[in-house]
Structure formats: structure tokens, C-alpha cells
């Protein structure tokens, strides 16, 4: 009797084992199924998601996301088969554009290449003694000019010298001077919201002309330049309120611990 028993309990528990079988296999193949069908599907679409600049701008659209790619590979995505498509090349392709920072490529569950696009964040617009019309990013990165939008930064123009992709390394260079001042500007809210251009003279020296008032603003060569910002914003708020915003027609700050007007 005992031994019928142990016999009855080796048959329930190798029943357990082959359904547990069963159901594993059943699952693999149901995966199987679902990978082959997927390397066998056809893409439906891209859709190109482009995060805006902080101010809400768009320098570049989705049109344009679309066209690099097409340029790139020289075929549309949509139609093709999944498996055809180079997840890793088409990030590095995007982020070759000069208006990309960062690009994020997946195929999503409905089968469309989905891209998401971080645009660079221009700082300062520069105009140089070339002609050069062009952007810097916030980390020196050299940027063209948006075919769509204007990025609202103050315009740098003059004597300043063409662009070397190493100028923020060369301590003299006339060019990583004008781009301290204009983040030493933009850190300042005030001046940030006061300064609208940056004129450089041939002798190097920096004239900033505000947004409000017909003055400018004699900076002089980039030394002492937060003595000069602080006696600046100094002179707006202590002297301005009273004398009017029209009074002067220039204010020199190159002189330590003086502010002169003209």
C-alpha cells in the first residue's frame, strides 16, 4: 500500500515537471514568434521629437531631422524592415549637425524610428571682421544661423578675429576674450536683460551698447572685468533713476573706481 502511494506521488510530481515544460516551452515559443515577427515587420514612420531651448526656441524642425537622415542614407526608413535600420549610425549622423547636441534613436512598439533631438544653446552671436555670421554655444562651440528662428543673444561685431576651434585654450586670443565678457554679462540678470551688442574696436578694446538709452558703454580690454561690471551696475542703479536714461552719451568704465560720463 505504501509503496502504491509512493508510486501515485512520483506520477503527480512528474506531471507538475512536464506541464511546467510545457508551459516553457509554449512561452519560448511565443517569443520566438514575436522576435521573428518583428524582424520581419516593416517600419511605419519616423517621428522626431526636438526638445526647445529654455526660451521655448526652435532653431531647427522636424523637416530637417528628416532630411538629414535622408541625405545620410539615401532612402526613406518607412516600409523597410525593421532590422535594416542602424540605431547607432543614425545617432551619430544627427549628432554630426552642428545644431545637435545630443541624439536618442529607438523603434518603439508600433514599429515607427522615434528621435529625440537636445539643440546646441547659442549664447553669443558674432559677425567678424570677415564677415563670418555665426553662433557660439555656451561651450565655445561654433553654430550656424537657424534658416527658421533668431536666437535673441547679444550680437558681437568689429575687429574680431575668424573662429580656430582651439581659441578658448589660447589665453590672448581676442575671440575667448569677447566670449568670457558676453557669459560674464549673461550671468548678471540684469546686464543679461540690459546688454544687446558687443562692438570690438581695432585696438581690442570692448564697447557695449544697451538695449535701452542711445549710450554706449566703454568697456575697454577685458581686465578687472568684474570691478568694471559691478561699477556699471553701480552707476544704473545709483545714478540713472536720477538723471535720466538719455543724459549720456557715453559712460566709460576702464578706469579703477570710476565711472566717466560724457
Not at 541624439?103 to 522615434?114: G, K, M, N
Not at 540678470?189 to 549710450?215: R, W
Request: hydrophobic share 40%; with cysteine; charged share 25%.
Amino acid at each position: 500500500m505504501a509503496e502504491s502511494t509512493n508510486k501515485n506521488k512520483i506520477t503527480r510530481q512528474q506531471l507538475k515537471a512536464l506541464a511546467w515544460m510545457g508551459t516553457l516551452l509554449m512561452g519560448a515559443m511565443i517569443v520566438l514568434s514575436a522576435v521573428n515577427h518583428r524582424k520581419s515587420a516593416a517600419v511605419k514612420g519616423v517621428e522626431v521629437d526636438i526638445k526647445p531651448l529654455p526660451n521655448g526656441d526652435l532653431l531647427m524642425q522636424p523637416v530637417d531631422v528628416t532630411e538629414l537622415i535622408h541625405k545620410a542614407f539615401g532612402y526613406e526608413f518607412q516600409s523597410r524592415s525593421v532590422r535594416t535600420v542602424e540605431i547607432e549610425r543614425l545617432e551619430q549622423v544627427l549628432e554630426k549637425d552642428p545644431l545637435v547636441q545630443d541624439a536618442e534613436v529607438y523603434l518603439d512598439a508600433r514599429d515607427y524610428v522615434r528621435v529625440t533631438v537636445t539643440q546646441r544653446e547659442p549664447v553669443i552671436r558674432i559677425i567678424d571682421k570677415d564677415g563670418w555670421n555665426y553662433y557660439l554655444d555656451k561651450n565655445g562651440t561654433r553654430m550656424p544661423l537657424s534658416k527658421h528662428f533668431t536666437a535673441r543673444v547679444v550680437v558681437a561685431t568689429g575687429s574680431i578675429p575668424v573662429y580656430v576651434p582651439d581659441f578658448l585654450e589660447r589665453e590672448k586670443h581676442l575671440l575667448r576674450q569677447l566670449f568670457l565678457l558676453s557669459s560674464d554679462l549673461r550671468k548678471d540678470a540684469f546686464l543679461n536683460a540690459m546688454i544687446g551688442q558687443i562692438f570690438v574696436s581695432s585696438n581690442g578694446d570692448f564697447i557695449l551698447a544697451p538695449l535701452i538709452g542711445d549710450q554706449k558703454i566703454v568697456f575697454g580690454k577685458y581686465e578687472d572685468a568684474q570691478e568694471k561690471i559691478q561699477n556699471l551696475k553701480i552707476f544704473y542703479r545709483e545714478a540713472m533713476p536720477y538723471e535720466g536714461w538719455r543724459k549720456y552719451r557715453s559712460i566709460d568704465v576702464r578706469y579703477r573706481g570710476q565711472v566717466i560720463c560724457k
